[in-house]
C-alpha cells in the first residue's frame, strides 16, 4: 500500500454513539500513529467512536505524510513511543516545528521509558501508559484537547 492510499483510505466518518455518549464539542481530527496493526486498529475504532475525525498511520512516514496534506485540520498527534521507522518523540517534535500548537500524546509499553515520559511531560506532551482501557485513551484524548498541554502538571 503506497502513503496516498493510506491516508485517503484513513480519513473515517464516525459510528452511530449510543444515546446519551457524549461527543467531542469539536469534531477534532487526531493523526493516530501506532506501528502494531492489531492495537492500531483498536485504538482507531475506538476513537471514531467516540466521535473523532482519525488519521492513521503505521509508521513515521506515512504519519508525516499524512500531516503534510491535513496540517490544518489535525488536532492532536496521538503516537507510540517506539515506531518502526523513527522514534515517537522525535516525530512529534518535527511536527511541532511545523505546527507549534500540535498537541500531543505518547504511548508506550515499555517501562523503561521513565525518561521519556518525563521528558515530554516537560515538552508539553502527554503520556499515556500501555496497556489502557478505551476509557483511559478516550479521557487523555478529551483532556489534551480541552486544555493547554503546557499546563497541565503530570
Known sequence: MNETETVSETISQPFPLAPGTQV??????????????????????????????????????EARTAFRRCNRVVALLVTDVVLPDQNGKD??????????????????????????????????????????????????VRLALAQEIRDIAM
Request: with cysteine; aromatic share 6%; glycine share 6%.
Open 91 to 140: 516525530l512529534a517534535e518535527g511536527l511541532r516545528e511545523i505546527c507549534p500548537d500540535l498537541k500531543t500524546i505518547l504511548v508506550s509499553g515499555y517501562p523503561e521509558n521513565a525518561a521519556t515520559r518525563q521528558a515530554s511531560t516537560e515538552d508539553g506532551m502527554l503520556y499515556l501508559p500501555k496497556p489502557f482501557s478505551a476509557d483511559s485513551l478516550v479521557q487523555k
Open 24 to 61: 467531542s464539542e469539536k469534531r477534532a481530527t487526531i493523526l493516530l500513529v501506532e506501528g502494531e496493526p492489531l492495537v492500531r486498529e483498536v485504538m482507531f475504532e475506538t476513537l471514531v467512536w467516540a466521535g473523532y475525525r482519525v488519521l492513521k498511520a503505521s509508521t513515521a512516514a
